[in-house]
T-cell receptor, first 112, second 111 residues
Framework: NAGVTQTPKFQVLKTGQSMTLQCAQD?????MYWYRQDPGMGLRLIYY???????DKGEVPNGYNVSRLNKREFSLRLESAAPSQTSVYFC???????????FGPGTRLTVT | GENVEQHPSTLSVQEGDSAVIKCTYS??????FPWYKQELGKRPQLIID?????GEKKDQRIAVTLNKTAKHFSLHITETQPEDSAVYFC??????????FGGGTRLMVKP
């Protein structure tokens, strides 16, 4: 029972490159979230998916796209990476009718 | 949208003392207030939470209080230990089921 997993753990990109961050959960939760955490700051919501087949923008969606592939998987795509997207990205999940969110281990992304 | 402010940004206490971290929120419709602990290089971990219909909740050495009228909530840690050293984040959940986080408090417990 792995909980929430994220791949890769670390990534370095050059400006303009693209990549997809992967998140998977085996908690059978309906809701999934993508956050970014900049150094010394709190977490900010990028996108979320309340259930399979739906996605919505969060606080800072510009420059990102998401796909809820199925109930287990929620991916975050950077089409053209910029240095301002250097951050730690966390995926989180939550169960229907409950408010708690549980976080994955994070992906540390550096854009040069 | 929701705005959550957290104070202080750093807090240093002696082992065995109590620590208090305070947060204010702006959206009166917010109904859920979790607290997360994040150790260096690790994921945020939920340590305690409170819903808007409750004024106080306690779990061993940690407690959270909520004042809906004033729109603020606080984390209290008693008998602090060195392993309590971490960054603590408060958050508020709005009607759209989105969490807005405070800026974090770095707690240092000196042995």
């Amino acid at each position: 029972n792995a909980g929430v997993t994220q791949t890769p753990k670390f990534q370095v990109l050059k400006t303009g490159q693209s990549m997809t961050l992967q998140c998977a959960q085996d908690m059978n939760h309906n809701s999934m979230y993508w956050y970014r955490q900049d150094p010394g700051m709190g977490l900010r919501l990028i996108y979320y998916s309340a259930s399979e087949g739906t996605t919505d923008k969060g606080e800072v969606p510009n420059g990102y796209n998401v796909s809820r592939l199925n109930k287990r998987e929620f991916s975050l795509r950077l089409e053209s990476a910029a240095p301002s997207q250097t951050s730690v990205y966390f995926c989180a999940t939550g169960d229907r009718g409950r408010f708690e969110q549980y976080f994955g281990p994070g992906t540390r992304l550096t854009v040069t | 949208g929701e705005n959550v402010e957290q104070h202080p940004s750093t807090l240093s206490v002696q082992e065995g003392d109590s620590a208090v971290i305070k947060c204010t929120y702006s959206d009166s419709a917010s109904n859920y207030f979790p607290w997360y602990k994040q150790e260096l290089g690790k994921r945020p971990q939920l340590i305690i939470d409170i819903r808007s219909n409750v004024g106080e909740k306690k779990d061993q050495r940690i407690a959270v209080t909520l004042n809906k009228t004033a729109k603020h909530f606080s984390l209290h840690i008693t008998e602090t230990q060195p392993e309590d050293s971490a960054v603590y984040f408060c958050a508020a959940r709005n009607a759209g089921n989105m969490l807005t986080f405070g800026g974090g408090t770095r707690l240092m417990v000196k042995p």
